[in-house]
């Protein structure tokens, strides 16, 4: 899976601070690399949820719900990954879905507009 993603992680963002960053390789490992042949899926795009990066960030364990303070967190680094550029909400959160997240695995100048 995103094993290029990762890897262009280091490359384009290594200035950001540790944990967004862990956020992002976390959310770059899942990704897809190249779109899928074989359904719609498209690379760079994250769809996971915060539960599954506070999981890999080590905030809970796998056997529980990570707190509400954990989830919190997760949504700081996520905001700060916007903030810089990183990352790009493609849709919000809604009726039990979660919010999916385009990677910006290439140099960027300055953050895009989001969607409203």
């Not at 960030?57 to 990183?86: K, W």
Request: glycine letters at 6%; charged letters at 25%.
């Amino acid at each position: 899976m995103g094993r290029n993603n990762a890897l262009a992680v280091y490359d384009l963002w290594r200035h950001l601070p540790e944990r967004p960053r862990a956020v992002l390789v976390y959310m770059a490992l899942i990704s897809l690399d190249y779109d899928s042949d074989r359904d719609d899926t498209d690379a760079r795009v994250y769809f996971g949820g915060h539960v599954q990066i506070a999981n890999a960030l080590g905030l809970n364990s796998d056997l529980e719900m990570p707190t509400p303070g954990h989830l919190r967190m997760v949504r700081r680094y996520i905001d700060q990954l916007r903030a810089a550029g990183a990352v790009v909400r493609v849709q919000r959160a809604k009726n039990h879905r979660h919010a999916i997240y385009r990677l910006r695995l290439e140099p960027v100048d300055k953050p895009p507009p989001e969607p409203p």
